[in-house]
């Protein structure tokens, strides 16, 4: 089991440019959910998708962030125009199934990580 | 008000110490509620989730008092490879959002 993988691990982009990051959630899971991780700060959830939905993005800034999980292949988070300030890690987690009223929280799996630093 | 609070420590105590973390939550409506550990520049990992009842796992302790809304996590006899940063981490009711606190670093020296 190859848990959840993200790329690429480490990303360096200049003011303006666009930054695509990638997560491939672990085998048997179809939730995932995106978080930044801001250097000495705690995670702040982004985004929580299921293939082909988007179920809460509340935590998405309003404008250049989109994420997108699709039918086959990974989910993506994209970030256009990119500045100073989203400098930080990204972390992706996957769960077996989703976190509804009925169930509660399932136990989230991490990615290592993904480190944009915009020049 | 922050949703999830800790104190960020660093909490600094030798081999073999006994150290507790505390954290409050804002959404009394939360019904999960688990503790995370991260290591610097490593992903969070899950350390151990937190039941009413209460819970132990090794020298871990984990408690939750929901009327105050707070969570504990108690570590005994203190490793070095305990270091780490602990997150406190709680899910509304009907909500998709895990919710993470800031964390509190612990440093645990020989």
């Known amino acids: 089991n190859a848990g959840v993988m993200q790329n690429p691990r480490h990303l360096v982009r200049r003011r303006g440019q666009e930054a695509r990051l990638r997560c491939s959630p672990m085998k048997g899971h179809s939730h995932v959910y995106w978080y930044r991780q801001l250097p000495e700060e705690g995670l702040k959830f982004m985004v929580y998708l299921q293939k082909e939905n988007i179920i809460d993005e509340s935590g998405m800034p309003k404008e250049r962030f989109s994420a997108e999980f699709p039918k086959e292949g990974p989910s993506i988070l994209r970030i256009q125009q990119v500045v100073r300030g989203d400098s930080a890690a990204y972390f992706c987690?996957?769960?077996?199934?989703?976190?509804?009223?009925?169930?509660?929280?399932?136990?989230?799996?991490f990615g290592a990580g993904s480190r944009l630093t915009v020049l | 008000r922050k949703e999830v609070e800790q104190d960020p420590g660093p909490f600094n105590v030798p081999e073999g110490a006994t150290v507790a973390f505390n954290c409050t939550y804002s959404n009394s409506a939360s019904q999960s509620f688990f503790w995370y550990r991260q290591d610097c520049r490593k992903e969070p990992k899950l350390l151990m989730s937190?039941?009413?009842s209460g819970n132990e796992d090794g020298r871990f302790t984990a408690q939750l008092n929901r009327a105050s809304q707070y969570i504990s996590l108690l570590i005994r006899d203190s490793k070095l490879s305990d270091s780490a940063t602990y997150l406190c981490v709680v899910n509304a009711a009907g909500g998709f959002k895990t919710i993470f606190g800031a964390g509190t670093r612990l440093f645990v020296k020989a």
């Open positions: 937190v039941y009413s």
């Open positions: 987690a996957s769960s077996p199934s989703g976190q509804t009223k009925a169930s509660g929280a399932n136990v989230l799996t």
